[in-house]
C-alpha cells in the first residue's frame, strides 16, 4: 500500500500546484496525520511484545486507513478542476434516468410523504457510519487480511470513481430536473461553479461528486466487508439499502449515479480478489520452486 500511497501525494501536490488548488491549514492537517499514526503505533508493539501477531498485524493497517481518509479529498479536487473545461453532463445523466423511467422528483415527492422515504432520507448524512465500523471491526479483531482487503477495495473503487467523475462532471438532480435545491445543496452547486473558474481555487469538498456516487460505493462496499460477521449480515444488508435509496429520496443524486456507484463497487471487489488469486498463486509458485530446488537428504 506504500506505492499507493506514495503516488496520491505525488499527484496531490503536483495536481494543486498545475490547478492552482489552494488548501487552507495544510500544516495543521498535516500534524493531525503524523499525530494520529504515531497514536497508533504503540498499539501495535505492544500487540507484538505479547506475541499476539494477528492484532498487530491487523493495529498497523490503521495508519494506511488514516492516510486513506486524509488524502481522499485532494485527488477529488484536483481532478474536479482537471476537468473544468468539460461540459456539465446533467442532461445526460437526466436523459438516461428517464430513458429507465425512473423520475428523481417523483422519488422525492413521494420520500417526503411516506415512512421509508423519511427514514431512508435522515440516513444519508450518516454513511460513513457503516464504513469505519466495517473497517475497524476487523481491525480491533485482529482480522488483518480482512482489514487489507477492505483498504485494498476502497482504494480500487476510489481510483476507478475518480476517474468517471473526471469525464462526467455533474451539479446534481436539482439543477437537471430545474426543481429548486436546498440551502447545502445551493451550497455545492455554488461550490461546484467556483471550482470550474480559471484562477486559484480554494479548496471546496462538499458533495463535489455526481457521478459515480460515492455514497452507494461506500455503502455497498461496507456491507461487503461486514458480510463476514454473521450476525451483522441483515442490518448491514438493511444500513446499506437505507443509504443508497436515501441518495434518490434527498435528492442528491441521479440514478444513473446510483447504478455507476454499484458498478464500481463490485468492480473493485472483482479486481481486488482476482489480485489476491494471482498473488497467492505467485506465492506458492515461488515456494513450491524453491522446495524443489532443495538438495535431497
Known amino acids: 500500500m506504500a506505492p499507493l500511497f506514495v503516488a496520491g501525494c505525488v499527484f496531490s501536490i503536483v495536481g494543486c500546484r498545475v490547478t492552482s488548488i489552494r488548501v487552507p491549514d495544510l500544516l495543521d492537517l498535516v500534524i493531525v496525520a503524523v499525530v494520529l499514526m504515531l497514536i497508533t503505533m504503540p498499539l501495535s508493539l505492544w500487540y507484538k511484545e505479547k506475541g499476539k501477531i494477528d492484532l498487530c498485524d491487523a493495529a498497523l493497517t490503521i495508519p494506511w486507513m488514516i492516510a486513506f481518509l486524509l488524502l481522499l479529498p485532494f485527488p477529488v479536487a484536483v481532478v474536479a478542476r482537471l476537468g473544468m ?43 460513513f457510519v457503516p464504513f469505519l465500523v466495517a473497517y475497524f471491526l476487523h481491525a480491533f479483531l485482529g482480522r488483518a487480511k480482512s482489514a487489507q482487503h477492505f483498504i485494498r477495495v476502497n482504494i480500487v473503487a476510489f481510483v476507478v470513481g475518480t476517474a468517471l467523475f473526471a469525464f462526467f462532471p455533474a451539479i446534481g438532480p436539482w439543477y437537471g430536473y430545474h426543481i429548486a435545491p436546498t440551502a447545502l445543496q445551493a451550497d455545492c452547486q455554488a461550490g461546484i461553479f467556483i471550482g470550474r473558474l480559471p484562477g486559484p481555487y ?23 466487508s461486514l458480510c463476514e460477521f454473521r450476525l451483522l449480515r441483515i442490518p448491514a444488508i438493511i444500513a446499506a439499502g437505507l443509504i443508497v435509496f436515501s441518495t434518490l429520496t434527498t435528492g442528491w443524486h441521479y440514478f444513473t ?30 515456494v513450491g520452486s524453491e522446495s524443489g530446488n532443495d538438495p535431497k537428504v
Request: charged share 10%; with cysteine; net charge positive.
Open 85 to 127: 473545461h468539460l461540459g456539465l453532463r446533467d442532461a445526460l445523466l437526466t436523459h438516461v434516468d428517464q430513458a429507465l423511467s425512473v423520475s428523481v422528483p417523483s422519488i422525492m415527492a413521494w420520500a417526503s410523504s411516506h415512512w421509508l422515504g423519511q427514514v431512508a432520507s435522515k440516513c444519508y448524512p450518516l454513511f
Open 202 to 224: 480554494v479548496l471546496h469538498l462538499f458533495g463535489v461528486v455526481c457521478f459515480p456516487s460515492f455514497h452507494v460505493i461506500w455503502a455497498i462496499l461496507s456491507a461487503y
Open 257 to 286: 449515479d446510483v447504478i455507476g456507484g454499484a458498478v464500481v463497487a463490485t468492480v473493485a471487489i472483482l479486481a481486488v480478489k482476482a489480485l489476491s488469486r494471482f498473488q497467492r498463486s505467485h506465492e506458492m509458485g515461488q
